[in-house]
């Protein structure tokens, strides 16, 4: 599926992080964009050079976590041949790529002290030296950079440059995670479910069930975006009747009855060793109610519904396979899940 280019949530801590970046576009200055993963800081980044005045010259991406330390400033700046080894001929640099238009940062905090140093240089009188050269050479770029880390904490820990920090901080957008993100989660839903039927060649859209609908809201969304596209698309793709509501999602691609084990190593042996339950397949951990219990059947019966319902949806809602993962009886856990009323 193609790349995703425009904004879709209706929020108002969404909508006043992207008309900042609006905002802020049309100034020639640096912008930081803050956000966990998922968030879209790629997305505003593009928005920063589209809606600025260099929207018809080079947009250059650099993801500084891909780049070993000893390549990065190769990256950034260049090189000249026989600059080191491997260095066969003259290269240009990032820097020089995006002369006249934007230069993207991704991940900037995990960038070197060094790469740092020699970016801040770059970035306050406007000229970069590649690796092996002693010529500087003039450009004109504008740095919008991106990460997931609290900078001016990692300038209190010494590992970024307070003085870089300083230049690039001009206007700091910061992007909400998802789950403050309100009304939003069933609107973005509602928007990957569509385009995913439309790639599987249904005839019309059936919508999301109450179950599914409850387990978007519910779900805390550390991936954000990029984590409900993701378990959107997987459970229009794992459907099996197009005319029904989706009604059942799957969290975790990983989760089945037969995930391997993970068996317990020699040193730990003592202190946990092992049974004849590890060949079982794996179950997910559940919490007790916590706090005082006013009325105790009540409470067993939410724990024990809570289980069912988990362990339904983990298993794709085969019966037989969840009696088995329960360690019940095919009987035994239609039973239960009659009394419950989870039984479809």
Same mark, same amino acid.
């Given at each position: 599926?193609?790349?995703?280019?425009?904004?879709?949530?209706?929020?108002?801590?969404?909508?006043?992080? @992207?008309?900042?970046?609006?905002?802020?576009?049309?100034?020639?200055?640096?912008?930081?964009?803050?956000?966990?993963?998922?968030?879209?800081?790629?997305?505003?980044?593009?928005?920063? $050079?589209?809606?600025?005045?260099?929207?018809?010259?080079?947009?250059?991406?650099?993801?500084?976590?891909?780049?070993?330390?000893?390549?990065?400033?190769?990256?950034?700046?260049?090189?000249?041949?026989?600059?080191?080894?491997?260095?066969?001929?003259?290269?240009? #640099?990032?820097?020089?790529?995006?002369?006249?238009?934007?230069?993207?940062?991704?991940?900037?905090?995990?960038?070197?002290?060094?790469?740092?140093?020699? %970016?801040?240089?770059? !970035?306050?009188?406007?000229?970069?030296?590649?690796? #092996?050269?002693?010529?500087?050479?003039?450009?004109? =770029?504008?740095? @919008?950079?991106?990460?997931?880390? $609290?900078?001016?904490?990692?300038?209190?820990?010494?590992?970024?440059?307070?003085? %870089?920090?300083?230049? %690039?901080?001009?206007?700091?957008?910061?992007?909400?995670?998802?789950?403050?993100?309100?009304?939003?989660?069933? =609107?973005?839903?509602?928007?990957?479910?569509?385009?995913?039927?439309?790639?599987?060649?249904?005839?019309?859209?059936?919508?999301?069930?109450?179950?599914? %609908?409850?387990?978007?809201?519910?779900?805390? +969304?550390?991936?954000? !975006?990029?984590?409900?596209?993701?378990?959107?698309?997987?459970?229009?793709?794992? +459907?099996?009747?197009?005319?029904?509501?989706?009604?059942?999602?799957?969290?975790?691609?990983?989760?089945?009855? +037969?995930?391997?084990? !993970?068996? &317990?190593?020699?040193? &730990?042996?003592?202190?946990?060793?092992?049974?004849?339950?590890?060949?079982?397949?794996?179950?997910?951990? $559940?919490?007790?109610?916590?706090?005082?219990?006013?009325?105790?059947?009540?409470?067993?019966?939410?724990?024990? &519904?809570q289980i069912l319902s988990d362990t339904m949806a983990r298993c794709r809602f085969n019966q037989k396979v969840a009696a088995e993962a329960l360690g019940l009886s095919y009987d035994q856990i239609r039973h239960a899940l009659k009394k419950h009323g989870l039984n479809q």
């Open positions: 599926m193609e790349r995703e280019t425009q904004f879709i949530g209706q929020s108002a801590a969404f909508q006043d992080a @992207v008309d900042r970046a609006s905002q802020a576009a049309a100034l020639d200055r640096p912008v930081l964009v803050i956000g966990e993963r998922g968030t879209g800081k790629e997305l505003i980044a593009e928005r920063l $050079h589209r809606l600025s005045s260099r929207w018809d010259r080079p947009y250059v991406i650099l993801n500084c976590a891909a780049m070993p330390e000893t390549l990065i400033e190769s990256e950034l700046f260049g090189h000249e041949a026989g600059a080191f080894t491997g260095a066969t001929r003259t290269r240009a #640099g990032r820097f020089e790529e995006a002369d006249g238009g934007t230069l993207f940062l991704d991940e900037l905090a995990t960038m070197s002290m060094g790469a740092q140093e020699r %970016l801040l240089r770059a !970035v306050e009188y406007g000229e970069v030296t590649r690796v #092996g050269s002693s010529r500087p050479i003039r450009v004109d =770029v504008r740095i @919008v950079a991106a990460t997931n880390e $609290h900078l001016p904490a990692a300038v209190d820990e010494n590992r970024f440059r307070a003085d %870089l920090l300083d230049r %690039l901080s001009f206007e700091v957008i910061t992007l909400p995670p998802l789950r403050a993100r309100e009304g939003d989660i069933e =609107v973005l839903a509602t928007y990957f479910g569509q385009r995913m039927a439309a790639v599987l060649g249904w005839d019309e859209w059936p919508g999301f069930g109450p179950r599914a %609908l409850a387990a978007m809201e519910g779900h805390d +969304w550390p991936g954000n !975006v990029r984590e409900l596209r993701n378990v959107i698309e997987r459970a229009i793709y794992r +459907w099996a009747d197009p005319e029904r509501p989706i009604d059942a999602l799957s969290f975790d691609p990983f989760a089945s009855p +037969w995930q391997p084990v !993970v068996r &317990k190593t020699a040193a &730990k042996a003592d202190a946990a060793p092992a049974s004849a339950g590890d060949a079982t397949p794996a179950t997910t951990a $559940h919490e007790a109610p916590s706090g005082p219990v006013s009325d105790l059947r009540a409470a067993v019966d939410a724990y024990e &519904k």
